[in-house]
C-alpha cells in the first residue's frame, strides 16, 4: 500500500515552521511592549528616565520626519559597511596565510593575541586622537572589532580540508590555484560565512564606539547630543535603529550563506 498521499497529506495538514515561529516573535514583542508600558505607567517615571513607547514612536517620526534619523543612520551604515569589507579583506589574507604556514603563524599569533587582550574601548580614544574624528578612524575600529573572529574563522576553515582531498587534487595536477577555488574556498565557506555573521554584528559596535568616543555624525554622536540634552526618547530611538541595522546585515549574511551552501543542501525522498 502506498503511504505517500497519506504522508503528505499529514505534512500539508501542520502549520509551516516558518510561520510559527514568525508568530513567537511577535507575540513576544508585543509582551514585550506591553511590559515596557506598564512599567512607564506604574513606575511613575519621568520622560527623561523612561519614556512610554508611545512617546518613543512620536519622537521616532518626529527624527525621521525632519532628516535628523536618516542623516545619522546613514554615516553610521556607511562606516559599518566601509569597517566590514576592509577588516573581512584583511582577515581573508591573513587567515589564509595563517593556515597555510606554521612559520608565519608562530611569528604573527602573540601580536594578534595581545591585540585582542586589549578592550577597543581602551583604544579606541587613541585612534581618534591619532587619525581624527572623521570617517576614517570609525571605519578603521570597525576594521579591528571585525578582524579577529573573521580571520579566526578563516583559519579554521582551510585548515579543516582534509589533507586526503588535497592529495587527490594533487594527483589530478591541479594547480594551486584550482585548489584554492575547487576546494579550499567551497570547503571553508560554511565556517567563513559564521565568523562572518558575528563580525557583521560586531562592525555595528565598532562604529558606535568610534561615534561616542568623537564624532560630528552618526548614531553615536545622536546618542551623545540626546543624552546631553536628556532627550530619553531620542536615545532609544537611536538604540533601536542600530538593533535594526544588526538584525538587518545579520541577515543579509544568513541570505549570501543560503545561497553560496546550496550544494550542501540534501534532497528530500
Not at 534619523?69 to 587567515?95: C, D, K, N, P, S
Not at 608562530?106 to 593575541?113: E, G, K, M, S, T
Not at 532627550?231 to 535594526?244: G, H, Q
Request: charge should be positive; charged fraction near 15%; hydrophobic fraction near 55%.
Amino acid at each position: 500500500m502506498d503511504l505517500n498521499p497519506f504522508r503528505r497529506f499529514a505534512l500539508s495538514s501542520r502549520p509551516p515552521e516558518r510561520r510559527r515561529s514568525h508568530w513567537t516573535v511577535l507575540i513576544s514583542l508585543g509582551l514585550a511592549l506591553l511590559a515596557w508600558e506598564g512599567t512607564a505607567h506604574l513606575a511613575g517615571l519621568p520622560a527623561f528616565i523612561l519614556p512610554a513607547p508611545a512617546e518613543v514612536a512620536a519622537r521616532f517620526v518626529k527624527s525621521l520626519s525632519d532628516g535628523t534619523l536618516l542623516r545619522h543612520t546613514a554615516a553610521t551604515l556607511l562606516e559599518i559597511v566601509l569597517g566590514l569589507l576592509v577588516g573581512t579583506l584583511f582577515a581573508i589574507v591573513i587567515g589564509y596565510l595563517i593556515a597555510k604556514s606554521r612559520r608565519f603563524e608562530r611569528l604573527i599569533a602573540p601580536y594578534l593575541v595581545a591585540t585582542q587582550a586589549i578592550p577597543i574601548v581602551a583604544i579606541a580614544p587613541l585612534i581618534v586622537i591619532w587619525f581624527g574624528p572623521g570617517m576614517f578612524s570609525k571605519v578603521l575600529i570597525c576594521s579591528l572589532i571585525v578582524f579577529f573572529p573573521v580571520l579566526i574563522n578563516t583559519v579554521v576553515g582551510v585548515r579543516a580540508v582534509p589533507r586526503s582531498l588535497h592529495d587527490l587534487m594533487r594527483s589530478l595536477r591541479a594547480t594551486r590555484l584550482q585548489i584554492l577555488r575547487y576546494l579550499e574556498i567551497p570547503a571553508a565557506l560554511p565556517i567563513f560565512l559564521g565568523g562572518l555573521r558575528i563580525g557583521a554584528t560586531l562592525a555595528v559596535i565598532g562604529a558606535v564606539v568610534g561615534e561616542l568616543v568623537g564624532s560630528k555624525q552618526g548614531l553615536g554622536f545622536l546618542i551623545n547630543a540626546a543624552r546631553g540634552q536628556y532627550d530619553t526618547a531620542l536615545v532609544f530611538v537611536a538604540v533601536f535603529t542600530l538593533i535594526t541595522l544588526a538584525i538587518t546585515l545579520y541577515g543579509v549574511v544568513a541570505v549570501l550563506e543560503a545561497k553560496f551552501l546550496k550544494w550542501q543542501e540534501t534532497p528530500h525522498p
